[in-house]
């Protein structure tokens, strides 16, 4: 465990991703950042002879491997690929307050959010006369399981949004392999435009929420590993699975309000459906819209 080589390698990607987003005129480096910083820093704060340090460090890698995947299959490490959020805002905010927005929010405070929730996962300093570090508990088990479950849920939303925009794309490109094999009921969803259905039934943003508890997992392994601590369960960790969960507040509110002025039917998917927290679902939606897709052709007529 190294807080120095973290703090370093902290410096250096803030210092790398703001240069490049200032070069290229991109300002999704650290974007790109967001699944591998994580875990090297957690990585870097790990002590190798503490089985709890180490299953952390291999959870993160894990929950990294699969959003860094994700984020690739959508062309997202292609350096002229962008959030479309950022040129929303560009849009919106002149010159000298893009300016400053971007150095203060987006290349100072998403890095420093992104070396914050890496911090829980730190082993604190052994009490005086301790053997070693705090062992495996049950605790650990139970956060251990928790977490399992969110990175399958974090997968299970991020595979079907990944089939639905497919779906989409292959849709509106108008083959006739689609046009055959689409069914009315998946025209209907496609015309949507966004996803509901699934785990989108229960959540609009299921991803966020799991996303949002894999990193109060890692807090709370950290609260597991200082139970001689005081106020252990408040520990100045906590910042980081909080800032994470108010920006994701913002975050989604703000795309939200592009969502709804994009797709007609989106406040009324925000009526039956949960934000973040998953909840039985209201009906689904079935609403009669313009769906400006080709027909499927007429099926083949039989021989005679």
Known sequence: ???????????????????????TGNDSWVDRAWSIAPAIYVASLTRWDDPRSVVVAAAVTLWAARLTFNFWRKD???PRSEDHRWAYIRS??????????HLVFISIF??????????????????????GPQPWCMADTAILIVFSILLALETLADEQQWAYHQLKQATTTTTTTTTTTCSPEHRRHIALGFCTTGVY????????FAEMGIWWCVYAWGVVARPHHHHHWLNPTLVGPLLLTLLFQGSTA??????AKKYPAYKIYQQTTSRLIPLWPGPPLNININMNLP??????????
């Open 1 to 23: 465990m190294s807080i120095p080589l973290t703090l370093g390698l902290w410096v250096l990607t803030t210092y790398t991703t703001h240069i490049l987003s200032i070069v």
């Open 92 to 101: 919106i905010l002149p010159g000298p307050l893009y300016t400053a927005f």
């Open 295 to 304: 027909a499927p052709p007429p099926p083949p007529r039989k021989q005679q």
């Open 76 to 78: 997202g490490y292609n």
């Open 254 to 259: 703000f795309t939200e309000s592009i969502s």
């Open 201 to 208: 039934r229960y959540s609009r943003h299921m991803n966020f």
């Open 110 to 131: 998403q890095n420093l959010l992104l070396l914050l929730i890496a911090l829980p996962a730190a082993p604190p300093p052994l009490p005086p006369r301790a053997s």
